[in-house]
């Protein structure tokens, strides 16, 4: 049943009736904004310095503006800030909050010179850019772990695959830095990303800017950002920045789930050439003795998740006329999910690379002796497997090894792969294929330490460059705090 009763609403001034509590719940977006609460005041704060300097509000309503924000921030820093649904969303909230606490009088100069529709755009960047430093951190975490996993590893040697089946041997660390080396163009689009979405909308009012004389650069400095969004209109309506992170998010997590996918795999009985820690795997109810790469598989799964938010947010925008239209309210959603199924994944998997258990033994039995049957003779894997099993089955009954190349091969000729036993030898020695390896960017051990190394320079720079900008932001709210500080003491 329809129900017409509920509260006034501060642009209620036109309406002879209030929202119908169906259209409010269907409307509200309290929820999806509450993780802009901590940015939602600091933007007002940085508002009423700057109507203050522009001398469009005086010193006395300022003071009571920022106390009453202050106020708002220390609540919601000890969670007691309650969100009212029939207040649509984080912004009527806290201005609700102002004008109970500051009265209507000094409360209500808050709005001068800006509206809810650049309000909220700048909320969401100012969130946005903090969850793409938080992602570009945890990336360089995994970036660090397969880098010191690499480092450990730069003559283990594995066999090398092209279309799933056994090509020529590489090396451990060259699998590693290569998955290290994508995910260093991944955080050059993480820093474009933030690089356009770190500028200020704030200023450019309903979308047409305002008649009062404001400083937007003035607002932007105080509030971290490295500019404004420069025409009114643009500020207001783009949410390309958001379509960038979240296409910068789903080039990383489909990187991601190519690693996700060879822990499955490299783990599995066929292969076990990998052991997933205990903690980052989970048992089976009915068989005791498996061990599940659940990481790995739940990070294949998000991969779609992320990729889906990024389509959503795509088709919301399409096609929407000039201007500020409602349809806005619904970006959020899929831009907090991504950045946090993004997050979720890097972490879990920096966690799983840094106690994973590289089986070398196995891994350069595989990339020698069953990678030249598969390759060279054309047997398929699951017999290929069976034959090298049993062949190091014999060796260990005698007491002997694959370097004893004559055996080996008196073994195999016995069960139907006719070889030499300098055959052998060669085969064996896998490591001597991936010396052989001379050019650039080769899986030669010499090269991969020269590219880990490289790539370990990129690493620190992306780091001294995440901890600059984090720094920059922060230097922001203190200059910020100070001058709430210094006009509530006047």
Known sequence: MSDKTGSKKLWGGRFSTDVDQTMLRFSESTGADSPMIAEDIWGSEAHALMLAKCEIISRESLREILTWLEKAREEHAAGRLELKMELEDVHMNVESYLREGAGPEAGGRLHTARSRNDQVVTDFRMRLRR???DIREALGELRAALLDLADEHVDSVMPGFTHTQH????????????????????????????EHTNLCPLGGA????SSFATDREYTAKLLGFDGVVMHALDAVQSRDFAVEALSALSALMVNLSRLAEESVVFSSAEFKMIEVDDAFATGSSIMPQKKNPCAGELSRARTGAVVGRLMELLMLLKALPSGYNRDYQNDKPPTWDACEHTLATLEVLAGMMRTVTLRTERMAELAGLANFLVRERGMPFRDCHELVGALVGALVAEDLTLDDHARVAEIMTEAGQAMSAE????????IACVHAQKSLGSTNPDEVARMVGVLREALDEDAAEIDAVRGKLQAARDETDRLVAEALAE
Do not use: K
């Open 167 to 194: 090509a020529q041997p590489m090396t451990a660390g060259f699998w590693l830095s290569g998955h290290a080396a994508g995910m260093a163009r991944d955080d050059e689009r993480l820093a474009a990303a933030y």
């Open 131 to 133: 969850w793409l430093i």
């Open 423 to 430: 055959a052998v030898a060669e085969i064996v020695e896998p």
């Open 206 to 209: 309903a979308f047409g800017g």
